[in-house]
């Protein structure tokens, strides 16, 4: 079956270091997208991607940076990561043209502590 | 003003009841909608989508207003099984690059 992951599932790390969040899906899905999760604020975008070498920015992107070299991988590289940074981190995948009309599917989610 | 907007709630109901949560949503081109749920530690997952001519899915009734831009979402005999945050969710129209989500609704259905 298809589906989408992401690695780690749980991760501690130092102030100041760089840190990858992968995700991978099989779905052959255009679209990938980064969000991260914190009490009172919801899914916020980070980054987007609507094909291989497309990436955007959404509306929390700094510190963040995302490539997309394959169809199937989105990894989320924290440049130097800080304590504003801890949070969960969900990777989501979907079909279609730009995402419009179709429903996105989540991995499992990265939960990331900055100490 | 938020894109998306939603009543963070919680929303504390008995068993059996009946329970209605309202998303609004500003892009007026917005083309498509659907209502996510996620279970406390967990990854959304789509619960329905939402069509202009309204949808039903069991116990579950979603509504489109395009007019006064809102979408709704209707639990009727409410099971404690239904407790979880519910996510509107929004993909713009034509020129818009990214699916907006809503900060959820938190659901509490008690025995």
């Known amino acids: 079956d298809a589906e989408i992951t992401q690695s780690p599932r749980h991760k501690i790390t130092e102030t100041g270091r760089q840190v990858t969040l992968a995700c991978h899906q099989t779905w052959n899905h255009n679209n990938m997208f980064w969000y991260r999760q914190d009490l009172g604020h919801g899914l916020r975008l980070i980054h987007y991607s609507y094909g291989v070498h497309d990436t955007n920015k959404g509306e929390v992107s700094d510190g963040y940076s995302v490539s997309r070299s394959n169809t199937e991988d989105l990894p989320l590289t924290l440049e130097s990561a800080a304590s504003s940074q801890t949070s969960v981190y969900f990777c989501?995948?979907?079909?279609?043209?730009?995402?419009?009309?179709?429903?996105?599917?989540f991995g499992q989610g990265t939960r990331l502590t900055v100490v | 003003r938020k894109e998306v907007e939603q009543d963070p709630g919680p929303f504390n109901v008995p068993e059996g009841a009946t329970v209605a949560f309202n998303c609004t949503y500003s892009n007026s081109a917005s083309q498509s909608f659907f209502w996510y749920r996620q279970d406390c530690r967990k990854e959304p997952k789509l619960l329905m989508s939402?069509?202009?001519s309204g949808n039903e899915d069991g116990r579950f009734t979603a509504q489109l207003n395009r007019a006064s831009q809102y979408i709704s979402l209707l639990i009727r005999d409410s099971k404690l099984s239904d407790s979880a945050t519910y996510l509107c969710?929004?993909?713009?129209?034509?020129?818009?690059?990214?699916?907006?989500f809503g900060a959820g609704t938190r659901l509490f259905v008690k025995a």
């Open positions: 969710v929004v993909n713009p129209g034509t020129g818009g690059f990214k699916t907006i």
């Open positions: 989501a995948s979907s079909g279609g043209n730009r995402g419009l009309n179709t429903e996105a599917f």
């Open positions: 939402v069509y202009s």
